[in-house]
């Protein structure tokens, strides 16, 4: 099976920077993806990394080290509209297992 | 933009009753995917296929659930009863293939009350 950790919950105000950690334990790993849920909305697809290292798309990056079996999503110029819920996914033989997400909620 | 539809949007059923949702993956999408999405969880794959084929459906009630997607395109997914415990969000996504399954569109989802 697999296993994903990531905070529950961040709290932040606009304008700050926040790092969502995610480590993971799972075997035939691919790579590690990043979705966006906003209350009542569906998952919205936000990055992929299947190689080490850090992929910057807009106030978003995302990083991955295959070796310490961990990543994080990385939120710049925090803004109001940023409030949602984050998962992290493995992709390991061909399924796509999430995590339990992270609540961010940017305060004025 | 393309989008992956599904219907409907809401749905109310007593329990022993039966449900069917419906899914229309983005155009040229190969791999459709159900989830099952309770309040506070991450989406828990319920069945993934290959074109109109079945990849995985380890996590199926297969006593109560169906899925199919007879000609590779659009999908129905069925429960025969309902159960108290079904209430959840079902979503529908879809891959350009299942080697880019990192990468999936999500419907906004069948929010499924049963009472």
């Known amino acids: 099976g697999q296993s994903l950790e990531q905070p529950s919950e961040v709290t932040a105000v606009e304008g700050a920077i926040v790092q969502i950690n995610c480590t993971y334990q799972t075997s035939g790993f691919y790579g590690l993806s990043w979705y966006q849920q906003h209350d009542g909305g569906a998952p919205t697809f936000l990055s992929y990394?299947?190689?080490?290292g850090l992929e910057e798309t807009g106030r978003f990056s995302s990083f991955l080290s295959r070796s310490d079996s961990y990543g994080y999503l990385l939120l710049q110029e925090l803004q109001m509209k940023d409030s949602a819920s984050y998962f992290c996914a493995v992709t390991n033989d061909y399924k796509l297992s999430f995590g339990a997400g992270t609540t961010v909620t940017v305060r004025a | 933009e393309a989008e992956v539809a599904q219907s409907p949007r809401y749905k109310i059923t007593e329990k022993s009753q039966a449900v069917a949702f419906w899914c229309d993956p983005i155009s040229g999408h190969a791999t459709l995917y159900w989830y099952r999405q309770i309040l506070g969880q991450g989406p828990e794959l319920l069945v993934q296929f290959q074109d109109e084929s079945v990849v995985d459906d380890s996590q199926l009630p297969k006593d109560r659930f169906s899925a199919e997607r007879l000609k590779g395109v659009d999908s129905t997914l069925k429960i025969q009863p309902a159960e108290l415990g079904d209430s959840a969000m079902y979503l529908c996504?879809?891959?350009?293939?299942?080697?880019?399954?990192?990468?999936?569109?999500f419907g906004p989802g069948t929010r499924l009350t049963v009472t």
């Open positions: 990394n299947a190689l080490d």
């Open positions: 996504a879809s891959s350009r293939t299942n080697r880019q399954q990192g990468e999936q569109y």
